[in-house]
């Protein structure tokens, strides 16, 4: 069985000064067993899907995955744009098998140098975080290196994480998304969940039969994300700031930013090229102008 989480409770990239342009939703493929708060896992692999609108390219193998200790360190993220109807969608790739792709420094730097370059980059819409490792997502920090650490680098390698995970969302969105009891027990008991606990509890969006290729989730993720990707940047971006930012405040509020949010739409060249190919009965073609 493979799942895929709910959308927005894991947060949001932010894109220059903005919030992530594109399809602006996250989502997280998650395995049948999702263990809170470090280690996500499951029998087989299920991938985690991040969106802008984010997927990957349906056409072409996968690359070759490399399951041993001798993964190069420059190997263990894996950074695919894809192409051709899948054009604007990017794949991140873990592949730390021998430590069951927990994070590790250079994990984390990896990470965040491909977030800081994929955020800023208008041609990204949608990005699809994977695992590339069977039976595995994450499993948190790499603890065998952090015991290693000198004390004084625990803190501003933990501070590291935080950041790079904010990027994606964290512990603060839990609560957000299932509720702050059960965002609790959850975290305090460290369970180990399922694909339909965690669906029956509105962590995750889908699960899925798995495939006798082990990618169900992946391919979910993939469908979804070309949904995304028709879709007009701009409002997308706003859409994802007013969901985002209203959560956060009370209707009255929410309605204001909802309002503001709308009006950064209304100069654009996109808004003006949806009411064209509404009267011209076409599908719209968006710039992101």
Known sequence: MAAAAAPGALGSLRAGRARLAAACCVRWRLGPGARLPGSWRGPRVAPAVWARG?????????????????????????????DAENRGIVVLGINRAYAKNSFSKNLIKMLSKAVDALKSDKKVRTIIVRSEVPGVFCAGADLKERVKMNP????????????????????????????????KELIFSARVLDGQEAKAVGLISHVLEQNPEGDAAYRKALDLAREFLPQGPIAMRVAKLAINQGMEVDLVTGLAIEEACYAQTIPTKDRLEGLLAFKEKRSPRYKGE
């Open 54 to 82: 984010w997927a990957c390219a349906a056409g072409g193998s996968a690359p070759r995955r490399g399951y041993g200790s001798d993964v190069r360190p420059e190997d263990e993220l894996r950074v695919r744009h894809l």
């Open 152 to 183: 004084s680098e625990v803190g501003p390698f933990v501070s590291k994480i935080r950041a790079v995970i904010n990027e994606i969302g964290g512990t603060q969105r839990l609560p957000r998304a299932i509720g702050v009891s059960l965002a």
